[in-house]
Nanobody, 120 residues
Framework: QVQLVESGGGLVQAGGSLRLSCAAS????????MGWYRQAPGKQRESVAT???????NYADSVKGRFTISRDNAKNTVYLQMNSLKPEDTAVYYC??????????????WGQGTQVTVSS
């Protein structure tokens, strides 16, 4: 069974930094796109950043220049370096990955979420 396990959330003051990690485990044939999403109270889940297996990245306008997504394909792990954090970045952050469990099929998986709270 495939699992995504996140770590690195917490409480930080505005202007501070946090680094999130998400490791995929289980029977994995391949992982294509990995990404981070977030959901603030009362709001819909939104995409923060995504990265392809080849390293192409895409960021939400609200985090460009502050957040950096990266991945280690050998470790099936994706990271999100968050700098210059703002109170509006407060949310539960979810890891997402498109994982092939066989050569013929893939499925979208989600982590359990990690809380990021930025105080003003």
């Amino acid at each position: 069974q495939v699992q995504l396990v996140e770590s690195g959330g917490g409480l930080v003051q505005a202007g501070g930094s946090l680094r999130l990690s998400c490791a995929a485990s289980g029977i994995i044939f391949s992982i294509t796109t990995m990404g981070w999403y977030r959901q603030a109270p009362g709001k819909q889940r939104e995409s923060v950043a995504t990265i392809t297996r080849g390293g192409s990245t895409n960021y939400a306008d609200s985090v460009k220049g502050r957040f950096t997504i990266s991945r280690d394909n050998a470790k099936n792990t994706v990271y999100l370096q968050m700098n210059s954090l703002k109170p509006e970045d407060t949310a539960v952050y979810y890891c997402n990955a498109d994982i092939g469990v066989t050569v013929y099929s893939s499925k979208d998986y989600w982590g359990q979420g990690t809380q990021v709270t930025v105080s003003s």
